[in-house]
């Protein structure tokens, strides 16, 4: 049985695939293993995932926030070793290269996470070829809800909105300068905090300065992190997300203005991964 996992800060999808191409699916909590130990990760997956798994799973593939070391790789691939003592294949990698892997399967092309927080790469079928480089969200996450939502709370915290689109957030969001700070300098997880603002601007995108707002910030992640890419006018663009799905519009709008091609959009990548690492001659349900 082969395993399939798109693990995030707070949840973990699983696709399993048995000898007959036959798929379930699983959820557990997200992990990080810049903050969880092998430990801790593995007596979750003894808990909440083995239940679900019916036969023994000879081959994992994990892509998970916090990957991107050889150290924070190992940590997770030593849980899975202890709670799949059958197994012989892991692979542990980033979750871009997940999301490269599910939006352009096996041909070469330019995946872009559009989500909490933003990133892309150059993609040359199997492997990360490039990368744009983020540089997380205080200095960079251009296009995220993140991005978004900071940069409308600036806005109104200045008085920078039209009095109409002010009142409506004011009447939403009753918060005040001291408790932003609050939420932005002392407590953890700011980006998640502002990602939560991100809303009020697709629930109000056709006032023409909300959507201006979406619109500049989509322009400015593709001027940061597409163009740089020397072949990012000859190869697809895909993207991954929540952000870029809900606002898909919008930021086909964007590309086509800019005369890039935007090919696939999706809400989360785990489909698409099953698709990639399914044996030849199966045919998975998604």
Known sequence: MIAIADSGSTKTDWRLIDARGQ???????????????????AAELRTNLLPAVP????????????????????????ALREVFPALEKVEVSSDLL?????????????????GTG???????????????????FWLGDEGSGGYLGKTLVVRYLHGQLPDDLAGKFRKRYPIDRITVLEHAYKQPFPNRYFAGFSKFLFDNR?????????????????????????AHRELPVHFVGSVAFYYSDILRQVANDKGLAVKRILENPIAGLTLYHQPVGSSPAS
């Open 55 to 78: 036969d023994a799973v000879t081959e994992v593939f994990y892509y998970g926030t916090g990957c991107n070391s050889e150290e924070s790789c190992g940590v997770v691939e030593k």
């Open 206 to 230: 056709s006032h023409p300065v909300a959507y201006r707002m979406v619109y500049d910030a989509f322009s400015l992640f593709f001027d940061t992190y597409v163009r740089k890419f020397d």
């Open 118 to 136: 933003s990133n892309a790469c150059l993609f040359d079928g199997e492997n990360i070829a490039q990368l744009s480089g983020s540089l997380g």
């Open 98 to 114: 997940g999301a490269a892997r599910s939006l352009c399967h096996h041909e070469a092309g330019i995946a872009c996470i559009l």
């Open 23 to 41: 798929v379930s699916q699983a959820r557990t909590i997200g992990f990080n293993p810049y903050f969880q130990g092998s430990a801790d990760i």
